[in-house]
Every structure is written in C-alpha cells, then in structure tokens.
C-alpha cells in the first residue's frame, strides 16, 4: 500500500481511466461471506431486506427498535430532508470529484489531519487499494473548498452547510427514537441531550465517497468492510447500489437505493451506549462496471467531552456494563490504531449471553 496519497496517484495519475484492473486494486479474498440477497434454507428460497421505516408512521419507534436490534441498519423515508437539498449536495460532491486530480489534491488530508481529499482512514489496514475517493469535511468547508474553487466555492460551501444542518435536525430526532425504542424517553436520562434535549451539542463528520466505474468490479473494493464509530450514520447513495450490510455474521445484503430514502447505520458508539443490545453494522461498498457512485455519509458522535457508557437503564445485576466510558476521540483514536478491534479493546466484561460484536465474526475483513 502507498504510504500516502500522492505516492498512489503517481502510481496510476487517473485510476478512473484505467481499462483493466491494476494487481494492486485486485482484491484475493473479497468474497469472505456468500451473498444473501437470495438464500436458499433447507424448505424454502428466503430473500430479506433492510427495513424501511416510514418515520411518519406512529410505530415507527417500534420498527426502529427491531431493526436495530435483528440488521444494525434501516433505511428511513418521509424523513423531511427536501429532495432537492439532496440534489443540491449530490451534484456538489459530483462536481467536486470531477475535478483535475491535480486540482483536488491542493485540498488533499494532510498525515495528520482529518479533513479533505484522500482514501478512506482504514486503507492503512489493507494491503490493496479500495476504488473510491473520499472527501471529509469536519467542521467548516470553507478553507479546503477556496482550494477546489478559489473563484466560486461560496455557493458550494452553502450547500454543505444547509445539509449539515438538516442532518443535524434529523439525527436529533433519530436518536429519541433509537433511545426511545430502548426504553430511555425522558430529557434528563441523557443530559447531554442539552436543555432543550435538541443535541444542541452533538458533533460529526461529512464523508463524501465516490466510487468510479471499475473495469473488473467483481475483484475491486470500493470500501472495505467496517463498522462506523459514530453513534448513528445517515448515509444518502446515489441511484446507483453498492452498499452491503452483514447480517447474522453470515451473509452480505445489499441495500438498495430507495429513492429520497437515507439508510441509517448503527455505530460503535451506539453499540456500547445501549450495552451492546443494538450491534453496529458491518458494511462495505462494491463497485459497478458502468455507472459511477455516490454516498455521503453523515457520521453523528456526541459532544466532544462527553464519555459515552452503557446507559444506567440498561445496567443491572444480570446485566452488567460491557464497556468502558469513552470520548468519541478517545474512540477514533483506538480505531485508528486497532480497526475492528477498537470495540473489544474498550471492552470491560464478555456478555453473559456469550455474544460478540459483529467484527469478531470477521477477522478475515483485514486482508486484501
Ligand atoms: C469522524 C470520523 C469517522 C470516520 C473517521 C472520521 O474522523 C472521519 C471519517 C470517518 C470515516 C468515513 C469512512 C469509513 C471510516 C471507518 C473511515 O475510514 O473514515 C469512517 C471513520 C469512522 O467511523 O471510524
Ligand atoms: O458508500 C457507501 O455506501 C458506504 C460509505 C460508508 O460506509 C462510510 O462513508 O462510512
Ligand atoms: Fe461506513
């Protein structure tokens, strides 16, 4: 693997013209679990989706509780985010990525930032290269867009921030609703919910993920697996499918595109908060012969001095805390350093259950 970015790029200038698979994107063991989008049991053909839940539907609570608890993972629709913001930021990720290489390195992640242009953070634990670029944006655009579009990246920077702000608005009202369907409903049970219990405070991260038509789909990897570290990720894709979710540690299920839909991912935080009876997702991107791909994924974390723990409600004496408390920074720096081990290096007791978290039914998601 390149040691940095621009190391890669002068290895292949414009990976996305490339007509044949390079060795180095060619990955040998992608196909660690079957495809479940279809599966055949001993009597009958099953197929499963990820649930969709119509957040205007009074038992949307209970919909939100089963998903998380059986998938990690659901999508929601009649969420009150305008397609057309959607629009708006889909073709600004879309002009951002059609940018001259050249040009979008002038705003590339330095070693040790976190925001701009570059490969996912967890390429470091792959030897092969993934077939995606990403962007992240922690805080304000505003420097690394007057990099990209020193003459107009005003209007750019707008629409990032207008869909930051509905993210934010509709991740509040996520996580009453995750919260609420693991029986914590009142205000003062999560204090730094804040005053108003708005999550005023709440931080997060943009990623925005492209991933170009591959000329050999079958052995590339846009993004390898993972879970997030946040505690809930909204993700928008494109129309085009590629995200797969694991489900029961055994089988890959795509998730497809539901228009104006937005999946929502489980992540580690949440996992540890609700002491382990919500897993975080397990998912990965797969590429496409034809059509190019977009997600923007919205990575939801508490304020940044907050230690998230498993909630005193769900703690007792046959349940006893799982996890160690921890700052999302604290989190992302043992991710950094341990990948999917991160959740169980913060672990403090083995479930009475016996079950894992889902990263140790795949150790094998390291290889390339
Ligand atoms: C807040 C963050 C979560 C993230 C690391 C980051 O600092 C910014 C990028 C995020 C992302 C997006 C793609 C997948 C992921 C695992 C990665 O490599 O970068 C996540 C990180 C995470 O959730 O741990
Ligand atoms: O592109 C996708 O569907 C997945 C993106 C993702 O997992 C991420 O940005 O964390
Ligand atoms: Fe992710």
Redesign the pocket.
Known sequence: MPSRLSDAFRAHPDFTSLQELPDSYAWNQRDDFPCGDAFVTESESVSESVPIIDLNDPNALQGIGYACKTWGVFQVINHGVPTSLLDMVECTSRTLFSLPVQQKLKAARSPDG??GYGF????SFFSKLMWSE?F?I?GSPDEHFRQLWPQDYNNYCDVIKEYKEAMKKLAGRLMWLVLGSLGIIAKQDVKWAGPKGDFNEA???L?L?YYPACPDPDRAMG?AA?????LL?ILYQNNTSGLQVLKDGARWVTVPPVPGGLVVNV??LMHILSNGSYQSVLHRAMVNRTRHRLSI?Y?Y?PPNSVKISPHPKLVGPTHPPLYRPVT?NE??DT??KH?NK?LSSVRVCVPLNGLVDVNEHNNSVRVG
């Open positions: 976190v925001s996912a953070r967890i390429s990403g992240t922690v931080t997060a991260a990623q993920n993004l993972h879970t997030d570290s946040t990720t992540g580690d994924a990575l974390g999302w989190y992302l991710k950094a990948f991160a």
